[in-house]
């Protein structure tokens, strides 16, 4: 009996050393800064007009924008999938631009006020309600698939969408060009 104590209690440090891990803490970013692949917190704070950049790395628990910062999401990823909950909030008069970002599946991205805004820019956009949250599914310009969560009804007017082509739009648009232009001399 006493061995399957100090196996259960060996398993629970472990789990906790693999999803808490000690360098972990949260930021508060005040002037302008990068997020990048081996950066770990738990939570992000901006604040003023700092414009911070994610290309990589993990925030664990979310993400805070005051003020009239601005936050650029080109990749790294936030949460877990095994992690209960995650959540953006979008506040005063802050941007969030997503060009690229892993989610769990359980995050809320939310806005406060009418001045935020969430710019999300990818391809085969489409809304789906639930109860009085709603979802947006897409792919991001790589054609990487995503949902993204939005809390209530009066995060959806914040949200701008850019529909950006497909390469293979762009390549067949040059080439329409290069023939008009060859037809018309």
């Given at each position: 009996m006493r061995d399957l104590r100090i196996g259960a209690v060996g398993v629970i440090v472990l789990v906790w050393a693999v999803l808490c891990p000690a360098e972990w803490t949260p930021i508060d970013f005040t002037t302008d800064g990068v997020i990048e692949d081996g950066d770990t917190f738990t939570f992000v704070h901006i604040f003023s007009e700092a414009s911070v950049d994610m290309t990589g790395g993990f925030i664990r628990d979310g993400l805070r924008l005051n003020d009239t910062s601005t936050f650029n999401a080109y990749g790294?990823?936030?949460?877990?999938?095994?992690?209960?909950?995650?959540?953006?909030?979008?506040?005063?008069?802050?941007?969030?631009?997503?060009?690229?970002?892993?989610?769990?599946?359980?995050?809320?991205?939310?806005?406060?006020?009418?001045?935020?805004?969430?710019?999300?820019?990818?391809?085969?956009?489409?809304?789906?309600?639930?109860?009085?949250?709603?979802?947006?599914?897409?792919?991001?310009?790589?054609?990487?698939?995503?949902?993204?969560?939005?809390?209530?009804?009066?995060?959806?007017?914040?949200?701008?969408?850019?529909?950006?082509?497909?390469?293979?739009?762009?390549?067949?648009?040059?080439?329409?060009?290069?023939?008009?232009?060859?037809?018309?001399?």
């Open positions: 790294g990823t936030l949460g877990f999938e095994s992690y209960l909950f995650s959540q953006v909030e979008v506040l005063d008069s802050s941007v969030l631009n997503l060009y690229h970002w892993e989610l769990p599946e359980y995050h809320l991205i939310w806005t406060q006020g009418d001045l935020a805004k969430i710019h999300v820019y990818g391809s085969d956009f489409l809304y789906e309600a639930h109860s009085s949250d709603w979802w947006l599914h897409g792919k991001w310009a790589d054609g990487d698939p995503f949902t993204l969560m939005f809390r209530g009804p009066f995060t959806r007017p914040n949200v701008i969408l850019h529909e950006i082509p497909e390469p293979g739009t762009i390549l067949l648009l040059a080439l329409g060009g290069v023939f008009l232009r060859r037809q018309s001399r």
